[in-house]
Nanobody
Framework: QVQLVESGGGLVPPGGSLRLSCAAS????????MGWYRQAPGKQRELVAG???????NYADSVKGRFTISRDNAKNTVYLQMNNLKPEDTAVYYC???????????????WGQGTQVTVSS
């Protein structure tokens, strides 16, 4: 059984920084793309940043230049470094990992439990 466990959310003032982590555990063959999504109250979940197995990254326009996604394949972990946070970044952040659990079959998307990020003075 595969599980994703997130950590690192919290309350920070505008201009502050946070680092989110998401580690996968369980039995699986490989991890493909990883990503971070967020959902603010009353809004749809949106992609914040993604990273491929080869290390290519993409970002939502609203976070470019402020957020950095990275991964540590040895630890099955994806990170999101968030700098210069703004009140509009307030949301529940979810990690996503596309995991191939068996040598046969297709990979499946797994989700973390979500972590609250609140940016407020």
């Amino acid at each position: 059984q595969v599980q994703l466990v997130e950590s690192g959310g919290g309350l920070v003032p505008p201009g502050g920084s946070l680092r989110l982590s998401c580690a996968a555990s369980g039995r699986f063959v490989s991890i493909n793309a990883m990503g971070w999504y967020r959902q603010a109250p009353g809004k749809q979940r949106e992609l914040v940043a993604g990273i491929t197995s080869g290390g290519s990254t993409n970002y939502a326009d609203s976070v470019k230049g402020r957020f950095t996604i990275s991964r540590d394949n040895a630890k099955n972990t994806v990170y999101l470094q968030m700098n210069n946070l703004k009140p509009e970044d307030t949301a529940v952040y979810y990690c996503n990992q596309n995991i191939k659990q068996w040598s046969w079959g297709l990979p499946v998307d797994y989700w973390g439990q979500g972590t609250q990020v609140t940016v407020s003075s």
